[in-house]
């Protein structure tokens, strides 16, 4: 059974910094792009950042570049999300997602992937 487990979610202050781990099994990581989305109070989901398994490419959404970065360790089969400088508009729940396909970029929209997460949530707020 392919599944995707999140973790490290949690209440931080503004300006704080939290690590969101993804970890897969039933299946090879390295081989899938793997996306991170959320889903803010109210909001629609939204396609965070992405990687691509090909290339390695990542795609960000302009409201976290330059805080948010992605990583892949393939040994233990987890995909990490470091979200740095947090802000109380990145409350939200964080979900992780995978999909297998021959292009070299990724992408951020939600009905490209085929398996998800459960979930973590984060908050950020002081």
């Known amino acids: 059974q392919l599944q995707l487990v999140e973790s490290g979610g949690g209440l931080v202050q503004p300006g704080g910094s939290l690590r969101l781990s993804c970890a897969a099994s039933g299946f090879t990581l390295d081989y899938y792009d793997i996306g991170w989305f959320r889903r803010a109070p109210g909001k629609e989901r939204e396609g965070v950042l992405c990687?691509?398994?090909?290339?390695?490419?990542?795609n960000y959404a302009d409201s976290v570049k330059g805080r948010f970065t992605i990583s892949r360790d393939n040994a233990k089969n987890t995909v990490y999300l470091q979200m740095n400088s947090l802000e109380p508009e990145d409350t939200a729940i964080y979900y992780c997602?995978?999909?297998?396909?021959?292009?070299?970029?990724?992408?951020?929209?939600?009905?490209?992937?085929?398996?998800w997460g459960q979930g973590t949530q984060v908050t950020v707020s002081s």
């Open positions: 997602a995978a999909v297998r396909q021959p292009a070299v970029m990724c992408y951020r929209k939600s009905e490209n992937y085929a398996y």
């Open positions: 990687i691509s398994s090909r290339s390695g490419i990542t």
